[in-house]
């Protein structure tokens, strides 16, 4: 937790964006951090709120469906049911059908370059899909059926 920056995210030196390192760093805290780490997650989870982009996704150079995953796990793994909450994830789910199956992903990963492990951001743009679609949440249950994308 001592790692976190004020406003929220943590850093990454492997990704260009701090929303695969919070995704991770959140979901490990709300499952072990108990109590002491409440804090560390709420301060994660207002930042991933404040900013979100006005189509729904999240991206630090632009709205990226990846980063748009791992911000929409930062949000589902803290259970946080507050009305702009919701209406975040609601705003990424459309974002996320709406862009699903592009193929393209900006090159945010380093090594000696940077480059984009395809198949692997595909899963966590499924999954984040998959986790929306089966979120309960204040008033409904989402049960969007699945469609086959490319």
């Known amino acids: 937790m001592d790692q976190q920056r004020p406003e929220g995210p943590?850093?990454?030196k492997w990704h260009a964006s701090?929303?695969?390192?919070?995704?991770r760093s959140v979901a490990a805290l709300t499952r072990f951090g108990g109590d002491q780490a409440a804090t560390a997650v709420e301060t994660a989870v207002t930042w991933a709120l404040d900013t979100q982009r006005d189509d729904g996704?999240?991206?630090v150079w632009g709205g990226t469906t990846e980063e748009t995953a791992y911000a929409v796990q930062i949000l589902l793994s803290a259970?946080?049911?507050r009305p702009q909450h919701t209406r975040a994830?609601?705003?990424a789910e459309?974002?996320?059908g709406d862009s699903a199956g592009s193929g393209r992903h900006p090159a945010l990963w380093h090594d000696k370059t940077l480059y984009a492990p395809d198949a692997m951001?595909?899963?966590e743009i499924l999954a984040a899909r998959q986790m929306l679609r089966t979120r309960h949440?204040?008033?409904r249950r989402v049960t969007t059926p699945i469609h086959a994308e490319k």
Do not use: F, K, Q
Request: hydrophobic fraction near 35%.
């Open 10 to 12: 943590w850093p990454d």
């Open 18 to 23: 701090p929303y695969y390192a919070t995704a």
């Open 57 to 59: 996704s999240w991206g």
């Open 79 to 81: 259970s946080t049911h």
């Open 89 to 91: 994830l609601h705003r």
């Open 94 to 96: 459309t974002y996320l």
């Open 121 to 123: 951001i595909e899963a």
């Open 137 to 139: 949440d204040l008033n």
